[in-house]
C-alpha cells in the first residue's frame, strides 16, 4: 500500500479532527500531497494541497478552517479540521503526485477515511 489515511471519524459540529495520510513513497519529499473529499453523490474535490516545496493551498470552502502539513522524515502529510460544518461530511482521501501533471491525477490515492460532522 503506497498511501494511507487515517483519523477520520464522527465529530460535532464545531469540532475538529485530524487526519493522517501516511506514504511508503521514495523520495516521500518530492511528492507533492493533496487531501479530496467525496460526499454522496458527489464528485471527488480538492479541498487543500501541500506541495514538495512546503507551499499550501486550500479550497475557498475550507480556507481558514483547514490546516495542511507534512512531515517528510515520517513520510506523513496531515490534515488539520477545526470549526467543522455538517457539509465537510465526506470521505476523505489522500493523494501523491511525483511531479508535473495535476493532483486530479495522481500517481497514487489512498483509501479513504469517512468523516461525519453532526448536530
Known amino acids: 500500500v503506497q498511501l494511507q489515511a487515517f483519523g477520520g471519524g464522527l465529530v460535532q459540529a464545531g469540532g475538529s479532527l485530524n487526519l493522517s495520510c501516511a506514504a511508503s513513497?521514495?523520495?516521500?519529499?518530492?511528492?507533492?500531497m493533496g487531501w479530496f473529499r467525496q460526499a454522496p453523490g458527489e464528485q471527488r474535490d480538492l479541498v487543500a494541497a501541500i506541495l514538495s516545496g512546503g507551499d499550501a493551498s486550500f479550497a475557498d470552502s475550507v480556507n481558514g478552517r483547514f490546516a495542511v502539513s507534512r512531515d517528510n522524515a515520517k513520510k506523513t502529510a496531515y490534515l488539520r479540521m477545526t470549526r467543522l460544518k455538517l457539509e465537510d461530511t465526506a470521505v476523505y482521501y489522500c493523494?501523491?503526485?511525483?511531479?508535473?501533471?495535476?493532483?486530479?491525477?495522481?500517481?497514487?490515492w489512498g483509501q479513504g477515511t469517512q468523516v461525519t460532522v453532526s448536530s
Open positions: 493523494a501523491a503526485l511525483l511531479a508535473g501533471g495535476s493532483l486530479y491525477e495522481p500517481d497514487y
Open positions: 513513497l521514495r523520495p516521500f519529499s518530492r511528492y507533492h
